[in-house]
């Protein structure tokens, strides 16, 4: 694939719509002796969703705020739009819109009004203002409350307001940063529908971070998965689903648990066993076929057992396999250093 930093060949539009929507090469970023991103590599193609999936202190926000020109790489190259981060931002600010995690809309002034003053920013025409106002407004759903004072909206409402913000110039390329972290269910199928609508509808190219598992299953084409700075593994969600080319069959038991997991590994057809305080989860090729084995061994054991579940993989289970850990205990132990870090401070 032509690459956009080295197509010296091509150039202004024709050079924008050969580059893929975003790219990175080898991208990092270091804060002290922290490197934050360390050393991506990644491809977006125009008009797709994209998901990058991973705990607290992945690198997510720090990744999206360098192809938003909002921070410098220290090292590697990143373009969206075909337009590098580095040496042409303008053009690509004028091309991208960004909904951060930490941007908290707050105020006096009615969310009309901000949306208002987002696109003089952009320097669109009143008529034109008017007009981008009527489609976000429409789109992100915020009703009435438009009028209101921002200060009185709730969590969910102030997202969507950012999003409609982050829309206002008609961007070809949305970075959306979390946009669903902390809020309630409603508001989280709210925030799904508008991102899938802005995709098929508007064709708009989607760069999303989340910590979750089923945002990133629901929403994303592609989902990357981060950890540690570090792209671990990347495809479809069904691909990834399936690279695991395994059922699991889950036990939740209560007695003895080394008995119980004992059984377990003698059944021919377990190819592994996770063992997980007093849930039991058994890996096999063919999980229909074993169940009722793992049902017998685990009575024979002695365990009482409170459920048996056989599912497929979900990307909890991607990202056990390609870190070593599930997706919450990471969020647990990012929760954890965080506060030893903050611990620390408080005693510097
Ligand atoms: N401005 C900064 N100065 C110093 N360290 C930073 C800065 N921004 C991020 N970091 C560190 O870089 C790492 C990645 O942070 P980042 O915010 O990119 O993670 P994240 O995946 O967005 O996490 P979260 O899900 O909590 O938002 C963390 O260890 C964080 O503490
Ligand atoms: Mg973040």
Known sequence: MPLAFDNGQV?????????????????????????????????????????????????????????CTLLSPTSGRASVG???????AGDIRLRIGVALQDSSIDGKQSGREMLHLQGELYGLSKPDIAQRM???????DIGAAIDDRVESYSGGMKRRLDLAMALIHKPQILFLDEPTTGLDPASRTAVWNEV????????????????????????????GIIAGGKLEVEGTPVALKQAIGKDLIVAEVDGD????????RGIVGVDDLDVRKNELTVSTAN?????ADVAVALKSSGATVRSLTLRTPTLDDVFLQVTGAHLAESHAVAADESAN????????
Do not use: C
């Not at 075909?82 to 042409?88: C, E, K, N």
């Not at 009527?134 to 992100?140: A, K, Q, T």
């Not at 648990?257 to 377990?264: G, N």
């Not at 999980?287 to 169940?291: E, F, H, K, L, R």
């Open 257 to 264: 648990i080394a008995a119980a997991s004992h059984q377990l």
């Open 196 to 223: 899938r609508k802005l995709n098929s509808e508007e064709g708009m190219t989607i760069f999303l971070t989340t910590q979750y598992l089923e945002e990133a299953d629901e929403l994303a084409d592609r989902v």
């Open 82 to 88: 075909g337009y590098d981060v580095a040496t042409q």
């Open 341 to 348: 870090a903050e611990q620390k401070g408080a005693t510097r």
């Open 287 to 291: 999980g229909a076929a074993v169940i």
């Open 11 to 67: 150039h202004g539009d024709e050079r924008r719509y050969m580059a893929a929507a975003i790219e990175a090469h080898d991208l990092r970023r270091v804060f002290g002796d922290n490197e934050a991103v360390a050393g991506v590599d990644l491809a977006v193609k125009s008009g797709e969703i994209y998901g990058f999936l991973g705990p607290n202190g992945a690198g997510k926000s720090t990744m999206v705020k360098m192809l």
């Open 134 to 140: 009527d489609d976000v407004i429409g789109l992100v």
